[in-house]
């Protein structure tokens, strides 16, 4: 799923969602997106995920519904994320394949710092 | 200079200017600082330039001095840079001994990645 175009994806009820495409993708947006503690955890969940897709309830965010949605917008509009509707559920990939291409290293740099700073800080 | 603890340093004059230690700097917080695209190639001139230290009047950006003054202040806060009085200037210095060993590789990966926009943007 994190390889397909997602702009070129229909979605079942006709609903789809703007994401830009590869070459569309900004460092700069990327890094806003990556700044927030909780899409962090969004992403690095994604990143350890065996699922190549996951619903918004499957991340436990201690944020409302609205403060979720949004999140997980500036994701998707930064590329980081492509969003799918399947039915009445929305589902997320992470974009690796794209931001690999496009950056490469930075995602796993990046994973890798999280990684060492929740060990530092005694949240690993 | 980058590798002097900067919060112990004293400037002539007496002023001094808060910047967080090597362990209280977090990932969250430099993703942020490098998220801006003027801030971000304030940092990209540091880590080409052969000087250990820059004025802030080295960098020739295309803002007010006192929006040059936020960029450099979120830069430091978030310990990207370090910046100290020397007399009447204040010179700035990035902090990469720091941030190499918090997060090895993430801003080689993140100035990498801005070389690789450049090119592919054809503004390199």
Same mark, same amino acid.
Not at 9 to 26: D, N, Q
Not at 64 to 84: C, D, M
């Given at each position: ?19 830009? %495409?590869?070459?569309?993708? #900004? ?6 997106? @990556?700044? /927030? ?6 992403? #690095?969940?994604?990143? &350890? !995920?065996?699922?190549?897709?996951? !619903?918004?309830?499957?991340? /436990?965010?201690?944020?409302?519904? !609205? &403060? ?7 994701? =998707? ?8 509707? #399947?039915?009445?559920?929305? @589902? ?9 291409? @496009? ?11 999280? /990684? =060492?700073?929740?060990? #530092? @800080?005694? %949240?690993?």
């Amino acid at each position: 799923m994190t390889t397909a175009a997602p702009h070129t994806g229909t979605a079942v009820g006709g609903r789809t969602l703007a994401h830009p %495409e590869r070459e569309e993708i #900004r460092l700069e947006a990327v890094l806003h997106a @990556l700044s /927030d503690p909780m899409r962090l955890a969004v992403v #690095r969940e994604m990143a &350890t !995920s065996e699922e190549a897709e996951l !619903s918004c309830s499957a991340f /436990d965010l201690p944020v409302t519904k !609205s &403060t979720t949605t949004h999140h997980f917008r500036v994701l =998707r509009e930064a590329g980081v994320i492509v969003q799918v509707y #399947r039915g009445t559920a929305k @589902l997320n990939g992470l974009r690796r394949d794209d931001l690999d291409a @496009l950056f490469p290293g930075l995602l796993d740099a990046v994973l890798d710092a999280a /990684d =060492r700073q929740d060990a #530092r @800080l005694g %949240e690993g």
